[in-house]
């Protein structure tokens, strides 16, 4: 019905840079929200940041001024912009929507199977 598709995690040094995407599919009508969460092995699930389709950013403490959430235009894409990579941003890093579907007419939560990251000191 909908899928959720990230890319771009990988293993970099501290301080390094990484973008992560994700693609949202299917029996989409309208996308409310698109962000990022992670999981830290032993941790719970957090929240990095997300965007919702007026622009209003919601940001971790952890990652502002590190971390950049942005979307296309076409508004079914997502990207996190990491820079200033820390050790402790490793972590599973999963795409989360909040989308009506063309069955609607009630929102919808759905997860992307996630991608890893892994910062080496």
């Known amino acids: 019905q909908v899928q959720l598709v990230e890319s771009g995690g990988g293993l970099v040094q501290a301080g390094g840079s990484l973008r992560l995407s994700c693609v949202a599919s299917?029996?989409?009508?309208?996308?409310?929200?698109m962000g990022w969460y992670r999981q830290a092995p032993g941790k719970e699930r957090e929240l990095v940041a997300t965007?919702?389709?007026?622009?209003?950013?919601n940001d971790a403490d952890s990652v502002k001024g590190r971390f950049t959430i942005s979307r296309d235009n076409a508004g079914n894409t997502v990207y996190l912009q990491m820079n200033s990579l820390k050790p402790e941003d490793t972590a599973v890093y999963y795409c989360?929507?909040?989308?009506?579907?063309?069955?609607?007419?009630?929102?919808?939560?759905?997860w992307g199977q996630g991608t890893q990251v892994t910062v080496s000191s």
């Open positions: 989360y929507a909040i989308i009506v579907t063309t069955r609607g007419p009630y929102e919808g939560r759905y």
């Open positions: 299917g029996s989409i009508f309208r996308i409310n929200v």
């Open positions: 965007l919702t389709s007026g622009g209003s950013r």
